[in-house]
């Protein structure tokens, strides 16, 4: 069984779309990445999943469960980080972890989460006396206090410096192994890279490009990258390449093999190819590529659109004139006629 299966979730906001007729499967134990730029809809079925909010459309089951109608049942198993936590300033982090603890079934000992996630030394302090990256750490601390067998981590890093952000990683590289499952949400590429074996990116509401980490990068191919020598221009060269902030690039899906094509033509016109770098496609590659892509889908279709339109518009401005013409005409007519026949 999933963990999580959404299939044609939609949600709207005031009438507003923001999520859009998705489908995808979360395995059990498994690391999964929700990526996508500000607005994408993450956070929207985040909410859906952990049954803070009801979906208009489509079907949602978390382990198994409806978050709606079986919501107490999905309270009890799912830890929830969503990125705007209401703590109250004037209690420390233990007292705040303690009172968390009263409305949590069977939970952890607060040490043990405060622990977790590294924060035993600032349990003494008050939390409006937190930076911003340890009340991301309080934050994580609750949502571990019930043992969760799923985890919803929305921007769980944001603020945290990097040994932090290095230790969280660990606490949830941890978490998956002992079979926890974890959804996560994430700007930082890297961090999603290195976690997840999973993902899939939104954009404007629609997934637009899913499937396993590893899989979904090996078939982006990669790219080799180097100082174009002098006197050579990208269409001399025996693959296409693009210029790219000084350097020539040459997208392939097997770049080690680009690689070696480059190098076989420019050895043999007793060229170099100085700074060569070959790689393979980084989530960051794909992440601008499928926002690329959308982004030309948006603009065809901003052309199409602008093309009914226009079309419309002149169909529209034709009739009216034809209809002006006629009715101008044959009020000129009868006023002719009239005129004729009652010559007053
Ligand atoms: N309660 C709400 N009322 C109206 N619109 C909302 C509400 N919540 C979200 N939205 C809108 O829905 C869209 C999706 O928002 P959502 O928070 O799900 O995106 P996100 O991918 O999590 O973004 P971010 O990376 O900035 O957190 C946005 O355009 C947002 O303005």
């Given at each position: 069984m999933n963990a999580i299966?959404?299939?044609?979730?939609?949600?709207?906001?005031?009438?507003?779309?923001?999520?859009?007729d998705i489908s995808f499967e979360v395995a059990e134990g498994e690391i999964f990445?929700?990526?996508?730029?500000?607005?994408?809809?993450?956070?929207?079925?985040?909410?859906?999943?952990?049954?803070?909010?009801?979906?208009?459309?489509?079907?949602?089951?978390?382990?198994?469960?409806?978050?709606?109608?079986?919501?107490?049942?999905?309270?009890?198993?799912?830890?929830?980080?969503?990125?705007?936590?209401?703590?109250?300033?004037d209690l420390t982090v233990a007292q705040t972890v303690d009172t968390w603890r009263d409305f949590t079934a069977a939970p952890r000992p607060g040490d043990e989460a405060l622990e977790l996630a590294g924060l035993t030394a600032r349990s003494a302090t008050r939390v409006r006396q937190l930076s911003g990256g340890e009340k991301r750490r309080l934050d994580l601390a609750l949502a571990l206090l019930g043992r969760p067998d799923l985890l919803f981590l929305d921007e769980p890093t944001t603020g945290m410096d990097p040994e932090a952000r290095a230790a969280t990683w660990a606490v949830i590289r941890d978490l998956a192994r002992q079979g926890t499952?974890?959804?996560?949400?994430?700007?930082?590429l890297e961090e999603a890279q290195r976690l997840a074996s999973a993902l899939a990116i939104m954009d404007a509401g629609r997934i637009v490009a899913a499937g396993g980490m590893a899989e979904t990068l090996a078939a982006a191919g990669g790219r080799v990258t180097f100082l174009l020598p002098a006197h050579v221009a990208p269409?001399?060269?025996?693959?296409?390449?693009?210029?790219?902030?000084?350097?020539?690039v040459c997208r392939a899906d097997d770049p080690d093999l680009a690689a070696q094509t480059l190098l076989t033509w420019a050895a043999g016109r007793g060229l170099r190819l100085e700074g060569l770098e070959v790689r393979q496609a980084?989530?960051?590659?794909?992440?601008?590529?499928?926002?690329?892509?959308?982004?030309?889908?948006?603009?065809?279709?901003?052309?199409?659109?602008?093309?009914?339109?226009?079309?419309?518009?002149?169909?529209?401005?034709?009739?009216v004139e034809n209809a002006v013409e006629n009715a101008v005409e044959n009020a000129v007519q009868n006023a002719v006629q009239n005129s004729v026949e009652d010559p007053r």
């Open positions: 299966d959404v299939r044609g979730l939609r949600k709207s906001h005031q009438g507003f779309e923001a999520v859009k990445a929700l990526l996508g730029r500000n607005g994408a809809g993450k956070t929207t079925t985040i909410e859906v999943l952990a049954g803070f909010q009801r979906p208009d459309a489509g079907t949602v089951r978390v382990l198994g469960l409806d978050p709606v109608t079986d919501r107490a049942a999905v309270r009890g198993r799912v830890g929830v980080m969503l990125q705007e936590a209401g703590f109250f300033p499952t974890i959804l996560l949400t994430t700007h930082y269409d001399d060269l025996p693959l296409p390449v693009t210029v790219e902030d000084g350097r020539a980084t989530l960051e590659d794909l992440f601008m590529e499928s926002a690329v892509k959308s982004t030309m889908k948006t603009g065809v279709k901003s052309t199409v659109t602008t093309a009914v339109e226009t079309a419309v518009e002149n169909a529209v401005t034709t009739a």
